[in-house]
């Protein structure tokens, strides 16, 4: 018979990590993103060079605003549910052990969005690489990569 000890770093699990809600966006964006949880594993283990989070969509949320990032590659795997990917070629379902990856640089806008009835969670992989932006194109936004988080700024440069 083995006995489960207590995981201790560097191993833990997800369950053990707070859930966040919310965003950092301004806040008429905000409602967009309502229903969607994180879990910062990567920052629960003291990762520096890319974010882990494990990410829950309740029905009708998105993951984010479509958006495409300058210097930052971000991976995506479903884990359980089902999913819309939105890119600038269209929408995909995507279902659990299916995967998305989005080039940093590649203008390409993406989100995802949960028109299911039930709750959908996935992997999200992000690197953090200094300097980064993002440009949202449905919507009158960019965003540049301050310190540990984001300054938001309408297309012409005015701030929110």
């Not at 053990?16 to 993103?33: D, H, I, L, W």
């Not at 590649?106 to 992000?126: C, I, Q």
């Amino acid at each position: 018979m083995t006995i489960r000890r207590p995981l201790v770093l560097p191993a833990l699990d997800p369950a053990n990590v707070e859930a966040t809600q919310g965003s950092n966006y301004p806040a008429e964006f905000k409602p967009r993103v309502t229903g969607r949880t994180k879990r910062r594993l990567g920052n629960a283990l003291g990762l520096k060079n890319f974010g882990v989070n494990l990410t829950t969509l309740a029905p009708g949320s998105a993951s984010a605003l479509r958006h495409w990032h300058t210097k930052q590659d971000e991976f995506i795997y479903v884990l359980q549910g089902e999913l819309v990917l939105v890119t600038d070629a269209g929408e995909q379902v995507l279902t659990a052990g299916m995967c998305a990856g989005f080039q940093a640089g590649k203008p390409d806008g993406h989100h995802l969005v949960n028109r299911s009835a039930d709750d959908a969670t996935y992997l999200e992989v992000g690197d953090r690489t200094p300097g980064d932006g993002a440009s949202y194109p449905d919507d009158d936004l960019v965003a540049k990569a301050v310190g540990n988080g984001w300054e938001f700024t309408r297309k012409d440069g005015t701030r929110y």
